[in-house]
């Protein structure tokens, strides 16, 4: 059984589950928000992508955060996905990204959007 994400309860009351895309899909989404220190016990799980909604946006900021990115993808996820493609956008407060990626236990490829704001 795969815990969802973000934890919460099921209609029986019982932890609610996600399916196996689904999860694949959490672990992502943690480790990309997940600045590193968060974690007890994982002190440099994370890629710390939301200290970036505030940096100002240029190539450079750009290419190192995607090698950054690239680089906590392969190290925390590496045995679960293969990722193919990388895209981060910072827009008005509100930071998107784009993975594609190929989940080596299906085969199946996947495309999936995340984005934070400023609350």
């Known amino acids: 059984m795969n815990i969802d994400f973000p934890l919460h309860f099921d209609d029986k009351g019982r932890t609610a589950a996600a399916a196996d895309d689904d999860h694949v899909r959490d672990m ?3 480790l990309l ?3 590193p220190g968060e974690r007890v016990n994982r002190p440099d799980f994370g ?3 939301l200290q970036m909604v505030f940096s ?3 190539a450079e900021l750009s290419a190192a955060l995607q090698f950054a990115l690239q680089a906590a993808l392969a190290r925390w996820l590496g045995d679960v996905i293969d990722v193919a493609g ?3 956008t910072s827009t008005d407060g509100t930071l998107n ?10 085969g199946e490829a996947r495309r999936e959007t ?3 704001g400023v609350v």
């Open 28 to 30: 992502i989404e943690q």
């Open 33 to 35: 928000f997940t600045s």
């Open 47 to 49: 890629a710390g992508l």
């Open 56 to 58: 100002p946006n240029s």
């Open 86 to 88: 990388l895209d981060v």
């Open 97 to 106: 990204v784009v993975v594609a990626y190929t989940v080596k236990k299906t």
């Open 114 to 116: 995340f984005a934070r």
